[in-house]
């Protein structure tokens, strides 16, 4: 009897592994586009989103994770997206702007204060909501809110004031709003992909970058440009987007399993960025890099007229209206 037991146990191991296998040989492949590298908490985000879609579908779909700009830099990867050439990709709020013009006004400067100002902003603002609601049209639709951070500076000289930013050229992404605010501040801009960042500092092509913490740790920006000056002069998540085409082609309940992912994983993204920041900055500054936290009060002057340039574009109900939520969410949820 004994024997029949564990030959029937070793024909039932069997077939369900001959079952998982054929499940999975049988599973539609979604293509996620992102451009930050392995060692980075967008990647490991990207993962797990790609674990609970398998698990939530029941094995129906399997998620495959292309990191480092491997398909495209953000610009490339959201046109694909729109396109329907992948399927998922994640990026700064600003870097949607081109299709939802609106969406540039997430980028202006000194909006929110803290992290949980911001996930209130993204999460309440119906001014916000309104703006994503635009994206079907465009050809991707909006799933969830991940976290990148606030965006700061690393340089190769200090930069305690925006007076240091003269003459120097700052690389930063296709984004205007970014333009004026960099600009403002006095710095000269260069655009150009994520992964050419680290060789253009290093060959004094740019003399420094603009991106969140996580970033600047997972990409050794420090390395390369060792001023790390906690500005926090833009609030950047990262929202996780889906191909129109491919939300289409999803069964209701598809649609529900793939939108639970995003949002779980959304939460955990959160928490951990906030988790890792400091400790990210105690090892850079192990490793040789100086991280400042300057007197804010020059850099929000200098950024001033950036509200009015953005009034004069975008209309000044607009912007104030989007200055109203977050000032509502500033005065309820004040910095601790």
Known sequence: MKGRSIFAALCAAQMFFSYTAAEAADAVVLKFSHTDQQQGLRHAAAQKFGEKVA???????KVQVFPAGQLGNDPKAIEQLALGGVDFTVSSTGSYAP??????????????????????????????????????????????????GFRCMTTKDPLASPANAAGKKLRTFPNEMMRWTLEAMGFGIQIMPLPEVYLAIQQGVVSGQENPVDTIYSNKFYEVAPNVTLTKHVYSPIPLTI??????????????????????????????????????????????????????????????????????????????????????????????
Do not use: C
């Not at 698990?55 to 779909?61: A, C, I, K, N, P």
């Open 55 to 61: 698990e939530y579908t029941s094995g129906r779909y």
């Open 99 to 148: 299709h939802v013009d609106s969406l540039n006004m997430t980028m202006l400067p000194y909006l929110v204060e803290s992290y949980e100002q911001g996930w209130k902003l993204y999460d309440e603002s119906k001014w916000l909501q309104a703006q994503f609601d635009k994206a079907p049209a465009k050809g991707f639709r909006f799933l969830a809110t991940w976290e990148a």
């Open 243 to 336: 191909s129109e085409k491919t939300w289409q082609k999803l069964s209701p309940e598809d649609q529900k399993a793939v939108t639970k992912a995003a949002k779980e994983v959304a939460t955990w993204h959160r928490a951990e960025i906030v988790a890792v920041e400091s400790k990210q900055l105690d090892e850079m500054t192990a490793k040789g890099a100086k991280v400042a936290k300057p007197d804010l009060a020059p850099f929000r002057a200098s950024v001033a007229s950036v509200y009015d340039k953005a009034k004069e574009k975008y209309g000044a109900a607009e912007v104030e209206t989007l200055m109203k939520d977050a000032e509502a969410i500033r005065k309820a949820n004040p910095m601790k």
